[in-house]
């Protein structure tokens, strides 16, 4: 890497050192072959247009410098007497400006005036701000928006903005200028005010009930309010024995006493105590994923339709999951002890409005997004880097750019040894078994020769449970076709079969709010087919389990 940006570096070098031309302000050379006509609809003025080594410009356009409105062919008459002033542009190069006098039959035309230089303009919002602020500058060319393609500069140091808005962390004036070409606009200045710091008040936590059954279904809402009774609980952070609470729900699978309390800012609420108690019945269990509850722990990606997304991620279910299972992985990372890896994303969307920043990533760093792909791809490319499905091509399939993912490579060997291992259950259709994450190999419950197909189901998502959790790849028809990729968060099990009886799972196709949707588990077509009924009815056919983090293992 180093000789090639070395390379690259060098090669400027070279075009720099070989460029002896003079600085311009205009790139193009706009001709005419007269600078006034007569305004009877016949005479014409004629456009020739010339780069500055004297050769003709094909495929010029010239355009009103008023409007910009584009003229039809290279010359311009009319029937009004006045004044018409014009320019010439090729791509992103432009000329100077020139005015035809056009004028009344029997009329003698003046000389024509000089080009008429361009006025680039710099405009900031808001010119007043707080520190930590944002302030959003445009550039515009004769009332024309050039923001995209000019570059804004911070006038102490003349430093290079990246993009359109700047941030400033310090109280101040600061003053900013644009370049757009060769041109340079007026200057701009904002002033930066002390950031108001407002002052901590005590906090309270209490909780809606203080004892409740461990059966990871009924749960305690827990409430943070400040002095005065404001509530704060979404501003603030819940622990219970120690540990990170993700949400403001409360609810166990393991009896006993947990004592909880919430911080905000500096703050520290009052200790509380719930009782779980044990449940005495043992007909069915019910399971979540690591740090998941009925109500809390879980993530729910959905898809947008909106006109800015454009239905862009329409096939992107594959992404939504991989998203879910990777922000639950962070939370096992980051509650074992750990710092997530710099520019790792975390938490809510910021650009697209989706629950997880995560989700971010696959729209900005994904091609081909109209085809749709599987969540080992996903979840590969984000830890690794790696496009687990180059061979299979581009053409039908979302793949990742060259270069993205890996937010956990440079630590990646690392993580892995602390990972929950899969057993080989010798399973001969598992891939892998060993590593992080497997995949049925497409393992069709259909025609299978396993003489229970529910209970070697069953016993894969037991499996996947006691190490991580998983997505699954779901036929939306009992033929098998229509495939979609959904989050499983936990399940309940009859405890005298051995049968999974219910599913707990996050589908980005059920709506525009995060819910957790219960589906029942059954046998279908003489037992040879397994069939999930819910918010809707699908059929699974491959599982991708994830290892979960930490000293549990």
Known sequence: MKKILFALVALIGIVACESKEPTREYELNLLVDKSGIVADGNDAVTFLVYNWEGELVEGA????????????????RTKYAGEYSFYAKHGSKKSEVWTIIAIEAGEEPGPGPEPQPQELKLSVEPATIYVNQTVTFKVELDGNNVTSEATIYLAEGNVALNGATYTPTAEGKYAFYAKFEEQTSNSVEIEVLAEIVQEQKPITIQA???????????????????????????????????????????????????TIYATKGDKTSNEITIVAEQVTSTDTSTIFAEGVTLTSGWYDVNKKSTPQN????????????????????????VDDGNTLP???????????????????????????????????????????????????????????????GGYFKSQWS????????????????????????????????????????????????????????????VAMSSNFNGA???????????????????????????????????????????NSKIALTGYTTYYPFALYPVSGYGSAK
Not at 220 to 240: Q, W
Not at 425 to 445: A, D, Q, R, S, V
Not at 485 to 504: F, H, M, P, Q, S
């Open 61 to 76: 356009t010239i355009h009103f410098a008023d409007t910009h409105e584009a003229l039809e062919g290279m010359q311009f």
């Open 208 to 258: 809606s009930k203080s004892t409740i059954k461990a059966n990871g279904v009924e749960y305690a809402d827990l409430t943070v309010t400040e002095e005065g009774g404001a509530d704060v609980t979404s501003s603030s952070t819940i622990y219970v024995n120690g540990g990170k609470l993700n949400g403001s729900k409360f609810a166990t699978t393991t009896a006993g006493t947990y």
């Open 310 to 333: 454009a239905q862009a991620d329409a096939m992107m279910c594959w992404a939504a999951s991989s998203s879910n299972i990777i922000q639950w992985f962070q939370d096992r990372y």
């Open 342 to 404: 710099a520019g790792c994303p975390n938490g809510t969307s910021s650009s697209y409005g989706y629950e997880l920043q995560i989700m971010d990533v696959f729209r900005d760093n994904w091609e081909n997004l109209a085809r749709g792909n599987w969540t080992d791809g996903g979840v590969i490319w984000y830890f690794e880097g790696r496009d687990l499905y180059s061979t299979n091509g581009t053409e039908n399939r979302a793949y990742p750019r060259s270069g993205t």
């Open 414 to 473: 690392t993580i892995f040894a602390d990972m929950y291992q899969y057993e080989d259950l010798n399973w001969g259709w598992l891939y892998n078994p060993t590593t992080y994450i497997t995949e049925i190999n497409n393992y069709n419950w259909r025609g299978s020769s396993v003489a229970d197909p529910l209970l070697k189901f069953s016993e894969y998502i037991i499996n996947a449970f006691e190490h991580g959790m998983s997505s699954m790849a």
């Open 484 to 526: 979609h990729a959904v989050t499983i968060w936990g399940y309940e099990v009859d405890n005298a079969t051995g049968y999974v009886t219910k599913l707990y799972i996050a589908d980005s196709d059920d709506g525009s709010t995060p819910v957790l949707q219960p589906y029942a588990v059954r046998s279908e077509s003489g």
